[in-house]
């Protein structure tokens, strides 16, 4: 079972459409909110009033550029959660229109499940299980993929995200937001030995930033006594010790799941993944490890409806529809845990 689906993205500050038909995307439309740069970070009330006036034009043009008319649709999938309820609730109620208008089903996606099978998207696919470290703003989760539809997450953050801990330094160093891309910038041109700042040990899989922020902000403090201007002169250095530092984190329990899982096909999802510097690391390290790695396309590791389409391929296939009285779940789970 396979058709044409439109799919419609719209969990945070970007605002995406997407048309795939029988699992090969046609069109991607995303429209960005630059509204938040003021703010220094998301403002959810400004970001739903964004997604309104967004929404049917990225549609429109998606629709467009795939060559499909709204009656050539076998779906309409949106995204379910996790993410901002206001956000949410745009995309799940034009999809839910959309779909009773035209008396079609309605597809529910999980966002972070969507990252993972950005994958899928285009060549080379990765071969089931596969073991993919997610990280975003907002999650930082290593999930054993073993279908399309069936994946375990076995490591998660306990507290902040790694794209959270991006953002918060680099506004601490008075960058604007938002300030992953930045510190991957500046970094380039820096010594990551330059500044060690601590490496939390947590058990298992699991994640912890939190403690990595507080350390960066009490240096920064100290410093900044001896020199007002120790930001400014060190900028260069500091972005590359702190993303150093981040990336560390993260691959340290990459490299322990994969070796004690024993999996072999390693991948990369979610906006953090498109730092250069991790997307570096990983594939030096996948080639000491002999790991076959999967990154994404940078256009699929962001927010985006292609990976929302890609999910809902699968599900489509799986007959796994929404009821039209379903509602967005902003902590929404993976499937198979508890919502």
């Not at 470290?133 to 997450?153: A, I, R």
């Not at 010594?191 to 350390?215: C, H, Q, W």
């Amino acid at each position: 079972m396979s058709g044409i689906i439109l799919a419609i993205e719209s969990s945070c500050d970007e605002t995406s459409a997407s048309v795939v038909s029988n699992g090969k995307v046609l069109s991607n439309i995303v429209s960005t909110q630059e509204v938040h740069q003021k703010y220094g970070g998301v403002v959810p009330e400004l970001a739903s009033r964004a997604h309104q006036k967004n929404i049917l034009p990225v549609v429109s043009e998606a629709l467009k550029d795939a060559n499909i008319k709204k009656t050539d649709l076998n779906a309409v999938a949106f995204t379910k959660g996790p993410g901002l309820l206001g956000a949410l609730l745009v995309g799940a109620s034009f999809a839910k229109g959309m779909a009773m208008s035209l008396d079609i089903p309605l597809i529910g996606v999980n966002h972070m499940q969507a990252h993972i099978l950005a994958h899928f998207i285009d060549d080379p696919k990765p071969q089931f299980p596969f073991l993919c470290l997610t990280v975003s703003g907002g999650h930082t989760q290593l999930v054993v993929v073993k279908s399309p539809l069936e994946m375990e997450v076995v490591g998660e953050t306990i507290d902040d995200a790694v794209g959270e801990a991006f953002d918060k330094t680099a506004k601490i160093m008075g960058l604007d937001y938002p300030g992953g891309p930045l510190i991957d910038k500046f970094a380039q041109g820096g010594d990551p030995l330059k500044y060690p700042f601590p490496n939390v040990n947590i058990p298992d899989y699991n994640f912890s930033f939190s403690g990595i922020k507080t350390a960066f902000l009490n240096f920064l403090r100290k410093e900044n006594q001896k020199n007002e201007n120790f930001i400014e002169e060190n900028k260069a250095d500091l972005c590359a010790s702190i993303q150093h530092t981040l990336i560390k984190i993260l691959m340290k329990k990459l490299i322990k799941a994969a070796k004690e899982l024993n999996i072999k096909e390693i991948g990369i999802a979610g906006g953090v993944s498109a730092n250069s510097s991790l997307r570096n690391t990983i594939l030096e390290e996948g080639k000491k490890k002999g790991w076959n790695v999967y990154v994404p396309d940078f256009e699929h590791c962001t927010d985006n409806a292609a990976m929302i389409a890609m999910a809902a391929h699968y599900q489509y296939e799986g007959k796994d529809f929404e009821a039209l009285n379903t509602s967005p779940n902003p902590r929404m789970k993976f499937k198979g845990t508890n919502e």
